[in-house]
C-alpha cells in the first residue's frame, strides 16, 4: 500500500513538473499597465458588487456573487474587519475602495460592505496574472501536456469551489464563535462540502435554541429570585416586629405575639414548599412518573381534601361521559393541579363551587367553578404567571402565596396539555379549565 501511494506521489509530482515546462515554454506575464488596468476593473466590479450585497440578508450574499459575478474571471472573499491592518482599514471606513497590485503582483480591489463589519475582496483567477498561454511550439508538446494536464484541471475545478466553501465555513464557523449564534452556511449541491454545511448548520440551529432556551430560564430565575425576596419580606418582618415587642415587654411573648410569630413562620415554610414544587416541575425537569390511574378517584381524593379545610363550602360534582375511565397520568400531581384549583375557588367564592370532569376522544378536562366575583379579563392573560394575586391580600386565607395557579399550569404542560380560565356559566364566577391527553406525552 505505501508503495503505491509512493508512486502515486511521484506520478503527480512528475505531471506537475512536466505541465510547468509547458506552461513556462508558452506563457507571458501581464506587464505593469495591464496589471494596474486589472485592479482598476476590480474595483468597478467591487463597487456594484457592494450595492447589490448591502440590501441583502447576510445569508444570501454568495447568491448574489453567484449571480452578479463572472467565476472564471474574479475571485470574490469575505473577510472580518479584525482580519485586516489598521491602515487598510482607516482607507476602507472612510468609504474608499482599496484597489493596488499586491507584492507578488496580483492585482485586487477591497471595500468595506456599508453598515456592517465584512470586506469583500476581488481578485483575479490566477492563471489570469501568472500568464496565459498564446500559442503552440510542438504540436506533440501541446497535446501531451493537455492530455497529462486534464487530471489537473480536473482537481483545480473539484478544489477551488471546495475552497471556496471552506473559506465560507470558517466565517461562518469564526462569526459563530465571536456570539453571532444566527449565522449560517448558504446552501449548497456540493456532496462534500454540501453536507459539512449542513451539519454546520443544523448544529447551529440546535444551539442557538439552546442558548435562547437557557436565557428564558435564566431570566425566569432572576424573576423568582426577586418575587420570593418580595414575599419572604412580609413575614420576617411581622416575626421581627413580635421580637422587638417581646425585647421591649422585657423578653416575654404575649399569646397574641406567639400565635403571629407561628404565622409567620407557617408562611414562611409554605412559601418555600411552594418555591421547591415550582422548580421542580421548569421546563427541562425530568418527566413525571406516569401510570395508570382512575380518574374519578384523583378527583373524588382532590374534591375530599378541601373539603377538609374549607368548612361551610359547598362543592358539587359532576363526573361527564368518560369520568370513570383509566389514563395515564401522575397521580400525585394530577391530585395536585386538581386541589389546588378547588382550593383557588373556594378561597374566592361566596359558598358554592362545582367541579366537572370527563374524557372524550382521548381528550380528558376538568373545570372548576365558582359564585366568586370572577377574575378580571385584564388579569386573564396573567392568571398563571408566578406570584399574581387579583385579591391584593397576602393573607394564606384569601390570596396564598401566589404560586398554585402557576403550579397548576406547569403540572397540565407536563401532561402535554394547558390550563385556561373563563366565566362560569351557572355559578357566574371564574372557570378554570384543565385539557391534556389521556395518554402521557412522547418526549
Same mark, same amino acid.
Given at each position: 500500500?505505501?508503495?503505491?501511494? %509512493? ?6 509530482? #512528475?505531471?506537475?513538473? @512536466? ?8 506563457? $507571458? ?69 482599496? #484597489? #493596488? ?63 471556496? $466553501?471552506? &473559506?465560507?465555513?470558517?466565517? #461562518?464557523?469564526?462569526? @459563530? ?46 424573576? &423568582? ?35 403571629? &410569630? ?24 425530568? &418527566? ?78 376538568? %373545570? ?13 392573560? $396573567? ?14 386565607? %384569601? ?45
Amino acid at each position: 500500500m505505501s508503495q503505491l501511494v %509512493s508512486r502515486f506521489l511521484i506520478g503527480v509530482v #512528475a505531471v506537475i513538473l @512536466f505541465c510547468c515546462l509547458i506552461l513556462w515554454m508558452t506563457h $507571458r506575464s501581464p506587464d505593469a499597465a495591464e496589471l494596474d488596468s486589472m485592479a482598476d476593473e476590480a474595483a468597478e466590479v467591487i463597487l456594484e458588487l457592494e450595492r447589490e450585497v448591502r440590501s441583502t440578508p447576510v445569508a444570501n450574499w454568495w447568491d448574489v456573487v453567484d449571480a452578479k459575478i463572472d467565476k472564471e474571471r474574479y475571485l470574490v472573499e469575505f473577510g472580518d474587519t479584525a482580519e485586516f491592518s489598521k491602515p487598510t482599514l482607516a482607507i476602507l471606513e472612510s468609504g474608499k475602495t482599496d #484597489a #493596488a497590485v499586491d507584492a507578488n503582483g496580483y492585482p485586487f480591489a477591497q471595500r468595506l460592505v456599508a453598515g456592517s463589519d465584512q470586506i469583500i475582496t476581488v481578485s483575479f483567477q490566477d492563471e489570469l496574472v501568472s500568464g496565459e498561454i498564446i500559442g503552440s511550439r510542438n504540436a506533440f508538446l501541446i497535446l501531451g501536456g493537455a492530455l497529462l494536464f486534464v487530471p489537473l484541471l480536473f482537481a483545480w475545478f473539484v478544489m477551488q469551489p471546495l475552497q471556496r $466553501r471552506m &473559506m465560507t465555513l470558517e466565517n #461562518a464557523a469564526r462569526g @459563530f464563535a465571536s456570539g453571532n449564534f444566527a449565522t449560517r452556511v448558504p446552501q449548497d449541491h456540493n456532496a462534500v462540502s454540501g453536507e459539512i454545511g449542513n451539519s454546520f448548520n443544523s448544529m447551529a440551529s440546535r444551539i442557538e435554541t439552546l442558548v435562547a432556551h437557557n436565557d428564558v430560564l435564566l431570566d425566569e430565575q432572576r424573576e &423568582m429570585l426577586r418575587a420570593v425576596a418580595h414575599e419572604f419580606r412580609g413575614p420576617m418582618a411581622r416575626i421581627r416586629f413580635a421580637l422587638d415587642m417581646s425585647q421591649d415587654a422585657g423578653g416575654k411573648i404575649s399569646e397574641e405575639l406567639h400565635n403571629d &410569630m407561628g404565622n409567620g413562620l407557617d408562611e414562611l415554610d409554605l412559601l418555600v414548599g411552594e418555591v421547591l414544587s415550582y422548580s421542580r416541575l421548569q421546563p427541562g425537569t425530568p &418527566m413525571l412518573n406516569f401510570e395508570s390511574v382512575h380518574f374519578d378517584e384523583i378527583v373524588n381524593d382532590a374534591v375530599s381534601q378541601c373539603q377538609l379545610g374549607h368548612d361551610g363550602i359547598e362543592i358539587s360534582q359532576t363526573c361527564a361521559e368518560g369520568g370513570r375511565n383509566i389514563i395515564e397520568a401522575d397521580a400525585y400531581y394530577l391530585q395536585r393541579a386538581i386541589l389546588n384549583l378547588l382550593n383557588n375557588a373556594a378561597r374566592h367564592c361566596d359558598g358554592r363551587v362545582a367541579i366537572t370532569w370527563g374524557c372524550d376522544d382521548g381528550l380528558c378536562e376538568v %373545570s372548576v367553578d365558582d359564585d366568586g366575583a370572577g377574575v378580571p379579563a385584564s388579569w386573564r392573560s $396573567r392568571i398563571f404567571d408566578p406570584f399574581v394575586r387579583v385579591d391584593p391580600s397576602r393573607s394564606r386565607n %384569601s390570596g396564598g402565596v401566589g404560586l398554585g395557579l402557576a403550579i397548576v399550569s406547569r403540572i397540565v404542560g407536563k401532561h402535554g396539555g394547558e390550563a385556561s380560565i373563563g366565566e362560569a356559566t351557572e355559578l357566574g364566577g371564574a372557570r378554570f379549565s384543565l385539557k391534556w391527553p389521556s395518554s402521557p406525552p412522547m418526549v
